[in-house]
């Protein structure tokens, strides 16, 4: 724990340092819960003592507070009040919230919410922000918003899926790895997704890597089809099919696709996007019901998740076991599951990995944090890299990179998830600090390929 608490202290320091310009002589508060999380502020407390810091700890629940830490504190002439002198909090530099960590459940209570409802110091958290759901992030009342969030040994799901309330995350190597055990949620890096990119080999023709099929766009939105079907080519080497209403607007953008009217003479594909811009009426309806029974993977975005929520025996029409994609975003995943009793509340994981369940697909939840479950309960989520990808068609292009990897082959749970991933690194080279659009992200996708692959033996 000292060990813990005295990376605490560090950053501590710097962030007095940072934003005071020194650390002698400034003030702190410490806000201490009855655990061990209030047991690391309070030692952080002692350490920032000697560093000539004022520190005033301020007990929740003064008969449990850790008492190892508490004596290390007076030891160290740090003050010590209750709750009930929260105006202490008024005049400092800097407050660490050792509220609660690991062993929390749910929002702060009353006592410790009123605490920190009177906070306007920066806060450094020590290991999470109290009040967020360590293992899912979810906030559903009261919780704490931090600058910085001081974790030990390795992250935990709560700094992914709730990156905004921990502010910069920064890891203390306190000798605990193999403790640890496996994450429950799968986080990618550039190698998960650069190592596995799908590249032709010396015996690959067009037609071995894998042809996506799209099934998008109408005579009103025959843009969407133009990004979809620019996706995918973009992504991989194997050939793209398109077939739906929009095919001189799609082969005029992309002139090495092969168009036809209809997904019946479409010819084979090795998997199938449908959805974006497909409209929500008799038409697009017979389209998905014809992809769906066309026994390959399949990636249904946008109108195709309205179709479904509409319908939902369209689901009749897919082949048992033949892998299923979707992509909501909030308004479609609530369309969708509702009529099958699963809510999107805080908890967006628990959500996800109940409707990808319920419906045997893998759902992709799209939001600030990507999460995609598996129907086997596998669970990844993907931060962004920013805002620029809210804009126009970007969902568009997500589910042509989605389907030219499951056309490759590959697992759906990682084909949609290294799609994510290569899609926020796509929007963030197109964007470059600037607006950008969903046919720049499209023209930045090889680029992403190739920052992904840095340093990858092609095969
Ligand atoms: N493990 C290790 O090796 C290491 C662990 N370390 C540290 O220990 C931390 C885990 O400590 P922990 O297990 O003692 O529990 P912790 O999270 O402090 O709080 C539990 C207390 O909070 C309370 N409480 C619960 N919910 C609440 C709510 N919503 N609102 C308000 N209060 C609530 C609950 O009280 P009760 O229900 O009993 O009233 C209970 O007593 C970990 O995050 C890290 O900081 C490091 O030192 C490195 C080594
Ligand atoms: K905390």
Redesign the pocket.
Known sequence: ?RR??YGVATHAAEMLAGHTGGVAGRRMALLV????????ALWAGAFLRRRGVGVTAVL??PE?AHAEGLAALRRARGRVVTAEHAQVLDDVDLVID????????????PD?AALVDRVTAPVLA???P??VDPDTGAVDGPAVHADVTVT?GCRKPVHVLAESRCGTTVLVD?G?RP?LGEPDIVVLDRVDVGAEWPVPGPRDDKYSQGVTGVAAGSATYPGAAVLTVGAAVSATSGMVRYAGPAGDEVRAAWPEIVATGSVADAGRVQAWVVGPGLGTGKAGRDTLAEVLAGGVPTCVDADGISLLAKDSGLWDAREPGVPVVLTPHDREFARIAEPKGVTLGADRVAAARELAEVLDAVVLLKGNTTIVAAPDGRLLANRSRGSWLATAGSGDVLSGLIGALLASGMDPWLAAGRAAWLHSLAGELAADGAPTSASAVVAAIRDAVRQARLGAVSP
Not at 33 to 40: E, M, P, Q, S, T
Request: no cysteine; net charge neutral.
């Open positions: 724990m813990a608490a819960g009855a655990g061990n999380n209030g047991g690391d929740l629940a449990r050792g509220i609660v960590g690991l062993s929390a459940r749910g929002p702060l209570r410790a020590v290991d999470l109290s009040g030990f306190i605990l403790e």
